[in-house]
C-alpha cells in the first residue's frame, strides 16, 4: 500500500487511536495494542519524512466513548 502512496502525493494515513493507551485496569491488551498503534504511527511517519514524500501519518485519540470494553472488568 505505501509505495501506491508515494506516487499518489499528497497522501493521508489516518488511524484510530484511544486515551486507552496510558493504560486501563483489568484491559491491558486492548491498552497495549491501542500504544502500539500510537507508537508505529510515530515511526512510521519518521521513516516516511525520511524519504522526504509527500505522505503523512496521523492516529486520532479519542477519549470515552460508550462502547462494551469500559464495563469489562
Known amino acids: 500500500m505505501l509505495p501506491g ?3 499518489c502525493t ?3 494515513i489516518i488511524n484510530i487511536g484511544s486515551l486507552s493507551e496510558l493504560a486501563m485496569p483489568y484491559a491491558t491488551v ?3 495494542t ?5 507508537t508505529f ?5 519518521s521513516e516516511i519524512r525520511a524519504e522526504a514524500v509527500d ?3 496521523e492516529c486520532m485519540i479519542f477519549g470515552d466513548i460508550d ?3 469500559q464495563y469489562i472488568q
Open 41 to 45: 504511527d510515530k515511526a512510521l511517519d
Open 30 to 32: 486492548y491498552s497495549a
Open 55 to 57: 505522505v503523512k501519518v
Open 67 to 69: 462502547t462494551p470494553v
Open 5 to 7: 502512496l508515494k506516487i
Open 34 to 38: 491501542k500504544a502500539y498503534i500510537s
Open 10 to 12: 499528497p497522501s493521508l
